[in-house]
């Protein structure tokens, strides 16, 4: 497992994919997935803007704390 980032250009090239509970005038988040131990978040408005990576481990606990209620 690397602990280097995504490069702008992997993020660039990246498979986005958005929630399926977007509302109708996508205010939602984007999520890359396949960058290796890390996954990509953008707001799905702004689809050339900022991009968080973050850990897939986090991200996935991130999630499940979501699902679970405890955020």
């Known amino acids: 497992m690397t602990t280097t980032p995504p490069t702008a ?15 109708a005038n996508n205010e939602c988040v984007e999520v890359a997935t396949g960058l290796g131990a890390w996954v990509g978040v953008r707001d799905s408005k702004v689809q050339r803007g900022p991009v968080l990576a973050v850990p897939a481990e986090a991200f996935a606990s991130l999630i499940g704390a979501i699902r679970g209620g405890s955020l």
């Open 9 to 23: 250009a992997q993020l660039a090239g990246a498979r986005w994919s958005t929630s399926t509970y977007s509302a």
